[in-house]
């Protein structure tokens, strides 16, 4: 069936190191969809890509849609402590608009 | 809009008593989705409705688990009799795709705790 793969599950960064974290498809997606949730919290909308080859920036945060609209990328520059979280992407599941998610990758700041 | 809104917030039950979830989705929003959250499992669709219809069930793990939407503001997610390993955060999202915008809004969330 239609999957979203993410990698990696976690990543240990240092306070003002970058970070990176990558969705893969299945599929080819019409959209994908970013979301954070912070500890104890729900998860929060963040952006949706939908052209081929977009990148859209928010702040610090940089968001890549593929060529081939089955891979996306997220990219934090210099992490902050407000950073920490896991980081989802999702995809709508073919003719409908279920959401196909990733499986979150958590940012953890080191003390 | 105070989105979308879930009650209670915690709810801690013994094993074998009925627990009843409860969901407020976003007005105008046709789109409702109940997702469990748990750290082995991680973010997992249960139930989806359109337009207060069921499309979707294949992920309610098994008959212990029901879900209703007897209108477009209310939705209910019933578990009986509830065991141990249903122990998890319980998310009820909203959204409506028509806008060109397929964003989910989720509620804060149910953490049952089932002893």
């Known amino acids: 069936g239609q999957q979203v793969m993410q990698i990696p599950q976690y990543q240990h960064v240092q306070e003002g190191e970058d970070f990176t974290t990558y969705c893969n498809s299945s599929?080819?997606?019409?959209?994908i969809q970013w979301y954070k949730q912070r500890p104890g919290g729900h998860p929060v909308f963040l952006i949706q890509?939908?052209?081929s080859g977009e990148v859209k920036k928010q702040k610090r945060l940089t968001f890549q849609f593929g060529e081939a609209k089955k891979n996306s990328s997220l990219h934090i520059t210099a992490t902050q402590t407000t950073d920490v979280g896991t980081y989802f992407c999702?995809?709508?599941?073919?003719?409908?608009?279920?959401?196909?998610w990733g499986a979150g990758t958590k940012l953890i700041i080191k003390p | 809009d105070a989105g979308v809104i879930q009650s209670p917030r915690h709810e801690v039950t013994e094993m074998g008593q009925e627990v009843t979830l409860r969901c407020k989705p976003i007005?105008?929003?046709?789109?409702l989705f109940w997702y469990r959250q748990t750290m082995m499992r991680g973010l997992e669709l249960l139930i989806y409705?359109?337009?207060?219809?069921?499309?979707?069930d294949s992920g309610m793990p098994e008959d212990r688990f029901s879900a209703k939407m007897p209108n477009a503001s209310f939705s209910t997610l019933k578990i009986q009799p509830s065991e141990p390993r249903d122990s998890a955060v319980y998310f009820c999202?909203?959204?409506?795709?028509?806008?060109?915008?397929?964003?989910?809004?989720f509620g804060q969330g149910t953490r049952l705790t089932v002893v």
């Open positions: 999202a909203s959204s409506r795709p028509g806008t060109g915008r397929t964003e989910a809004f």
């Open positions: 007005s105008g929003h046709d789109y």
């Open positions: 409705f359109n337009n207060n219809v069921p499309i979707d």
């Open positions: 599929t080819t997606l019409s959209n």
């Open positions: 890509l939908v052209k």
């Open positions: 999702a995809g709508p599941r073919d003719s409908n608009y279920q959401l196909i």
